[in-house]
């Protein structure tokens, strides 16, 4: 099985739109801190506390449209592989992580706090070790590179279930 790599020229304009973004984002804020100052209603000051970010996140969206699978998961390969892993991260992550956490820690207590610091820190090592070898093989998971890498769909929705659900489900 041969594998093509593609390679991408990085987007030199990353920085300009991040900028851009955390600009946005910071004048938003300090809007938001004018107008409460100002003496705008503590109902409006919420709408516009939830709704500004989701507006914000709806241009971003709206701009950066894509119906290629290739640009959504792994931003067009016109990003750094650090970043790329970052994301895949993050996406691992997810909402249900934050929520498994923050239920351990309920539940559990101050001792619960290594299981996220653990997350984080294995987070932390696949962006580092893991995401650039995806990124070269051409893959978007560790599902999908599996299945290529050995040819094998069986082999592939076992790891994507494994990782999913992982080996002590219902026990």
């Not at 919420?46 to 640009?71: C, H, K, T, W």
């Amino acid at each position: 099985m041969t594998v093509k790599a593609r390679h991408r020229s990085v987007n030199p304009r990353l920085g300009t739109y991040f900028g851009i973004f955390a600009s946005a984002l910071v004048a938003l804020v300090l809007l938001l801190l004018v107008l409460e100052q100002l003496g705008l209603s503590e109902i409006r000051l919420r709408q516009l506390m939830i709704g500004g970010p989701l507006l914000l996140y709806v241009a971003i969206g709206l701009a950066a449209f894509s119906n290629q699978p290739e640009d959504f998961m792994v931003c067009g390969r016109r990003v750094p592989e650090f970043f790329n892993g970052l994301i895949v991260a993050v996406t691992t992550l997810g909402g249900t992580g934050f929520v498994v956490i923050t239920g351990a820690l309920y539940f559990i207590g101050f001792d619960a706090l290594c299981l996220g610091i653990g997350l984080i820190a294995g987070l932390c090592a696949m962006t580092v070790l893991i995401a650039p070898y995806l990124r070269k093989f051409g893959a978007y998971t560790i599902a999908g590179y599996l299945g290529r890498r050995f040819d094998s769909y069986p082999v592939r929705l076992t790891a994507a279930a494994l990782l999913c659900y992982g080996t002590n489900h219902g026990h």
